[in-house]
């Protein structure tokens, strides 16, 4: 499994942005593709999105509005928000799927400690 460090997270006013890193040991030589989730209070853990580490295609959850976009340098995975709103407060995490398994939600098997999004 990947160690990973989630950052950026904070208090943001609504209709500002803000962009969460994460930092993976073993990027792109240990994992398929990386992903963000966030959970929110009393909520179930939702996927936003993820990267394939070779070759950065990216793929967003149906659900999503169109104001999340992610990328990454060889090292670090980023997740940049715009247009915040406070619907958007949620604990954020970063994932990995390892080399061998599919990109798939249920797939992720390396998770960050998250880092917390308040909007207000």
């Known amino acids: 499994h990947v160690q990973l460090v989630e950052s950026g997270g904070g208090s943001v006013q609504a209709g500002g942005s803000l962009r969460l890193s994460c930092a993976a040991s073993?990027?792109?030589?240990?994992?398929?593709?990386m992903g963000w989730f966030r959970q929110a209070p009393g909520k179930e853990r939702e996927g936003l999105g993820f990267?394939?580490?070779?070759?950065?295609n990216t793929y967003y959850n149906d659900s999503m509005d169109g104001r999340f976009t992610i990328s990454q340098d060889n090292a670090n995975m980023y997740l940049q928000i715009h247009e915040l709103k406070p619907e958007d407060t949620a604990i954020y995490y970063c994932?990995?799927?390892?080399?061998?398994?599919?990109?798939?939600?249920?797939?992720?098997?390396?998770w960050g400690q998250g880092t917390q999004v308040t909007v207000s």
């Open positions: 994932a990995a799927v390892s080399s061998q398994r599919l990109c798939r939600w249920a797939e992720f098997d390396s």
């Open positions: 073993g990027y792109a030589s240990s994992t398929k593709c």
């Open positions: 990267i394939y580490t070779k070759g950065g």
